[in-house]
């Protein structure tokens, strides 16, 4: 039984990428000088009406602190499930995270849209620092953000 599984489950990892077409997309967020700690930060897809769809990227260490990127977590459920093996450091006062993953293409040009959320310890909280379309037209296209983000941009590969 264990071989015709093991079987059966290679045939459709094989399978699966000649439907499935993805594209490597390049997401880099640059944040503003704002003189705090480190800014954690939740890279996250909804659909055109703002309703979570996935996660992307976090960006900071201590799930703890998650709960204060307020849309993500409330969005996520703040289910382990959702973020498990999609995090890093948190990114300091300045500094850039760059983050490249490999998307469907069915999600690029079909009302999906990038948010960011940002936190820093003892400084205020911003839902949807940053959104973006998750168009072609959009690759390569600076956004600026609303709170420690100073601009955002991805770029299809």
Same mark, same amino acid.
Request: no cysteine; aromatic share 10%; glycine share 10%.
């Given at each position: 039984?264990?071989?015709?599984? &093991? ?5 459709? @990892?094989?399978? +699966?990428? #000649? =439907? ?13 000088? =704002?003189?705090? %700690?480190?800014? !954690? +930060? #939740? +890279? ?7 309703? !979570?769809?996935?996660?992307? /990227? ?6 703890? !602190? ?5 849309? /993500? ?9 959702? =973020?498990?093996?999609? $995090? ?14 490999? +998307?469907?293409? @069915? ?27 998750? $168009? ?15 601009? &955002?941009?991805? %770029?299809?590969?």
């Amino acid at each position: 039984m264990k071989k015709i599984l &093991f079987a059966l489950g290679l045939t459709t @990892a094989m399978a +699966l990428p #000649a =439907y499935a077409q993805a594209r490597e997309v390049t997401f880099t967020t640059q944040l503003s000088d =704002y003189g705090g %700690d480190g800014a !954690y +930060l #939740a +890279l996250y897809l909804t659909d055109a009406d703002g309703k !979570y769809q996935g996660t992307l /990227w976090i960006a900071g260490e201590k799930s703890k !602190y998650y709960k204060h990127l307020r849309d /993500w977590a409330r969005g996520s459920g703040l289910n382990q499930a959702e =973020y498990d093996g999609l $995090t890093g450091a948190s990114v300091t006062s300045g500094r850039a995270l760059k983050v490249t993953l490999e +998307l469907e293409d @069915a999600l690029i040009d079909s009302g999906y849209q990038v948010r960011v959320d940002t936190s820093v310890e003892d400084m205020r909280d911003n839902r949807s620092d940053v959104v973006a379309p998750l $168009t072609t037209e959009g690759s390569g296209k600076t956004v600026s953000g609303r709170g420690y983000v100073h601009s &955002f941009v991805y %770029d299809l590969k």
